[in-house]
Structure formats: C-alpha cells, structure tokens
C-alpha cells in the first residue's frame, strides 16, 4: 500500500544552473529523499546538458533508493526566460541559449513528463508550497546572489506576464545614474546590492588603500564568494560592514517599492548572499522598508529569510512537477 | 422591446475627487449618455459628500433623459484605500476620510445597487473596457496629474494586493536621495514627474531669475494648470519644454521598471498632465523605456495614451456596475 501510494508521489525536482545542476527527489508531501550535483559544462552545447540534466535526475532517483520506474514526473528551473506552454527556453544568457527546447528531449530522455519553468519563479513556488503551506495569496520572492532575480505568485498563481519575462526585479532602477550594471543601465538594484556589486566596490576599496580582512581570508578578491563575506563580517571587518550595511539598505528600498506596487502578503528573501547574511541584513531591510512604504502597505506583510536555501528551486521544481502531473 | 432592453443595461459611474464628483450615464454597451458635475466640498463630512454623489448621480439619470427606475446599478471610484468587498473607504487623505462606509448609505439614498473601488483601479478597468476591449490580459494604467497614481489588471483581474494598497506607482523610488515627495520620502516618481513636482521646478527656475511665458499666462504659478503648461510648451517657451521633456523621461523609466517586474500587455496613460501633453511626452517615454527595459519584456507590449481622458474612471465605474450587477 504504502508503496503503490509512493510510486504516484515521487517527483525530481532540478535547479539547472550555469555552473552546476542540482536534482533532488521528493516525496508527495514534499519530503527531500535524496540529491544529486553535477557539473552543468554549457560550453558542450545543449543536447549535452539535457544529457546530464537526465544523469543528475537519475542519480538522484538512485540516491534515494528508488528506480526510475517509481518516478511520476520531472519539474526545472532555467536562468532565464522559459516558455512553459512550448516547453522551451527563449533565452538564457547564463548558459548560452536562444530557443531551446527541453521538455521533449528530456522527456525522451527520462520516460516521464516534465515541466520547465524560470527558476526564480520555481523557487517562490517551493517557498509557497513547502515553507508557507500555500496560504498566502500574494508571495514575492527576491533572490540576492551573483545577480538578484525574483518571481511573484499574485492572486494564487504563478505571474510571468504576457512574454514570460516578468518578475525582473534586479534591473529596477533604484539610482538614476547610479554605478553601472552588468544590463547596460545604471544604479538598477543588482548594480547595487548583488554580490557582484559588493565585490566590486570592495575592489575600488582595497585600491584605494583601505584595509580589510578580507584580503587575508582570500587574496584573489574577484573570487570572494558569500561566506567569506559573512565570515568578514563576522570578524567585524568594517569595510565588508559597510558594504553589507548598504547592500541591506538597497534592499529595503527595493522591497519598498515592490511592496507599494504589490501589496503582497508575504516578500521571501533567498539566493547566496542572504543564507550567508540574512539574518545580518533583515534588520536594516525592515527599517528602510517601513520607511518607504505607504500606509497599509505593509501591514500584516510577512518578510522572511527562506529556511530553503538553496533547495528552493529544486523544491519549487518538484511542486510544479506535482501540481501538473495529476 | 428596446426600452426593456436598455433598462437592463443602464448604470452609473461615478468619480469621487477631492475637488469634484463626476457622474456619467452609460447604456449597455459603454455608450455615455450623459453627465453631471457638482463640488465635493469635503469640508461638509462623509454624510453630506455621499448626498452629493446621490444627486449627482440623479442630475446624469435625469441629463440622460431617464428616470431613476431605469437604472441598474452605481460603480464608485474614491481616491484612496477601498475595501470593495466592506463597501467602505480605508483611507482617502485627499478627503480626509479613515473607515468611512459608502456602499451601504449610497444604496439606501439610491436604491440600486453600489459598487465602489479605489479611483486608478476603476480608471484602468474603464480603459481596459471601452478602449481595449477587454483583450488583453495584462494592464498597467498609470496617470499622472497632481500626484500619481496606478492601477493593474493582472491575469485578467483587477489586482489590489492583499491589503487593497497596491498600485502606488508614484511613490517607486526612481532616484535615492532626490527631490523630497509629499510622503515624506525622497526620489519618488510622484516628486519628479507630477505636475506638483513639475510646477515646484518652474518656480525654483523662476526664484532663480529664469524666464519663461509661463509667468506671462498666469502670474500666480502655484495655480498653473496641465493646459497652461500645455500652452507654454507649444509657444516653444524653454524652461517649460525642459521641465516636460524630464518629466517624460522620468515617466520612460518608471514605465521600464513596471515593464521589467510586470511584463504587462498594455500600458495605457492618463491624468491631467498627460491628457494635455502626452502626444508631446509619449516619444521620450518609449526612447527611455527602450533603453532600460530587459530583453523580451518590451516585445508586444502597447503604450499609450488613453482616449478616455478624464472619462476614465466614470467609464470604469459603470464597467465595474456592470460586471458585478448580472
């Protein structure tokens, strides 16, 4: 019995990225089973990375001592915009990619059916379903790593807009010829508070003479990852203090404005930067958030540091795979 | 048998201002058959404002040549918080309303059934109505005049956020630490491109030793009207094309920044700056909207400048009697 009910509950969920692909299986109540990472290689082309997108997925199953033939279906997130109706990527600059297709591949590949989605937009769908119950109506979901991406469920359900490209909260400009951003424009959100802008400050910093432990925990600061920056600011490092301080600040500002346009009932904060310093940065983030927003506008919001992690988007993946696959 | 027909179809809508109440007659089809105009005069309290909707709204039966037996149902536009599901106002500050009931004591005075709704909300519901006939799923209306407002339809619903707040388009922080914004913050959208803002940076141009026709039309410039600024820029006077055309840009990059997070299918503008000078604004807009909008999420999506002008939310107000009285 209890078996007959697993074999219909099974999913995999995958966070494919430009590094790296994560798979995970989970059960019909969204209990993870077992993981499997692998290397994405891009610069093999497509078909190769459905290859091992296909081998994560099986080796996750494995992990988790199961068989494949106990699999009910596949959900993925993408960097980039997804077509989820044509089962296809239209772009996605991380990896490389115009117009791919990767339900059909994959689902020759695996057997079963699977269902591909932009991954900041699976990762609010895992924090809804598995961290929020699929209570609240209206869920933003902001994720600060390398770039700042975030997806929305408004009224109950997933918004990507009219050309799936919703959701871009990184290129908002926050700072009319504020520091350049990797887009092109100037002072968007992710040209102030992303990693990559933090790092690069730190760079003018150290340039500029200042001192700091961080060029003692790694001396090649192009390669600073989140933890050492946590790690910085946890020595008290004032340099890395600022940065973060400021980078949380940002942040608020940004949410402020999502929260005036939105009104959601609960704004989710993931991605590299906020596991390794959320709980440092939610303080000046809720501070600047009040002051920017409406009356009402914030009342009964929820903002939370995600419990995920980095398992949102493999979660979000297998609620998608779960809610589709009926 | 027409008349039988028609007394199906009549409703009324009304917009509730600070300043006036706008009543308009619609037929079954959103054809306008009359209206009729009168004060606020807030100064009088809830009681006797809702009096004045009342006549009002009999003044449009009666200009229509109908009586009020004829009418099906109100739909009411409030310039503030609406809890449409109470039937009453949250906030209206431009009324000084808090927690006022308005549903209730309208249908006693009228005798129909009454609808109301935040006064964007309607606006863009109107539009979406009578001008885009009800196509496209997705909908931002943003209108600018003293302040600026919005209202969205997303996934072909009226969205207004969990606490009925959202929509504040104008205050989207555009520029940290720019020029101070009635709320109390900094860099608004509202602070750099509604007409307050954009009559505060004549004055100060002005105080400074500039010159321009503008003090020649209307010596008084805290009374300058959009049709005035209208009037100066088509004269060609300087300090005005300046204030307008920044304004625009403005506009272009608020409306990039919606685009970016919304991916709407339309964007439609109005209000008393744009009804005077959208034609003259609507180039810059789309320039600066190109230049900061991501990849895709420009693709498809029509801007313009509403041919309801401030029709809008009547118009929306009787498509929302409609919708709701079947």
Redesign the interface.
């Known amino acids: 019995m209890a078996d007959s009910n697993n074999k219909l509950g099974y999913v995999v969920g995958v966070d494919l990225g430009g590094t790296k692909i994560l798979a995970g299986l989970f059960d019909s109540v969204l209990g993870l089973r077992g993981t499997a990472k692998i290397t994405t290689k891009p610069q093999r082309g497509p078909g190769a990375v459905l290859e091992r997108v296909a081998r994560c997925v099986r080796d996750a199953v494995d992990e988790a001592d199961l068989t494949m033939d106990q699999l009910r279906a596949v959900g993925l997130g993408v960097p980039g915009?997804v077509d989820p109706a044509l089962g296809q990527v239209?772009?996605a600059p991380n990896l490389g990619w115009r117009e791919v297709a990767l339900k059909e591949p994959l689902e020759q590949l695996l057997g079963v059916p699977v269902w591909v989605e932009n991954d900041c937009n699976v990762a609010v769908l895992g924090v809804q379903a598995a961290e929020l119950k699929n209570k609240?109506?209206?869920v933003l979901g902001v994720f600060i790593g390398t770039g700042i991406g975030?997806g929305f469920i408004?009224?109950g359900?997933l918004?990507?807009?009219?050309?799936?490209?919703?959701?871009?909260?990184g290129?908002?400009?926050?700072?009319?010829n504020?520091p350049k951003c990797g887009?092109g424009?100037r002072g968007c959100f992710e040209a102030l508070a992303s990693r990559t802008a933090m790092v690069q400050r730190i760079k003018t910093a150290v340039n500029g003479g200042e001192k700091t432990v961080l060029t003692e925990i790694l001396p090649d600061l192009e390669r600073l990852r989140s933890g050492d920056l946590r790690k910085a600011f946890l020595r008290g490092d004032k340099l890395t203090k600022t940065v973060v301080e400021d980078a949380a600040g940002y942040t608020g500002?940004a949410l402020?404005?999502?929260a005036?346009?939105?009104?959601?009932?609960a704004i989710v904060l993931g991605g590299g930067i906020i596991e390794a310093l959320g709980e440092q940065m939610l303080g000046i983030i809720l501070q600047t958030m009040k002051?920017?927003t409406?009356?009402?506008?914030m009342?009964?919001?929820e903002v939370r540091v995600s419990t995920l992690g980095d398992h949102a988007a493999i979660t979000g993946g297998a609620a998608l795979a779960m809610r589709l696959t009926q």
């Open positions: 915009t239209i772009f609240p109506r209206s975030g408004l009224n359900e918004y990507s807009g009219a050309a799936h490209t919703a959701g871009e909260v290129h908002m400009v926050l700072q009319m504020g887009c424009g500002l402020a404005n999502l005036n346009l939105l009104n959601p009932e002051e920017h409406m009356p009402g506008a009342t009964g919001v």
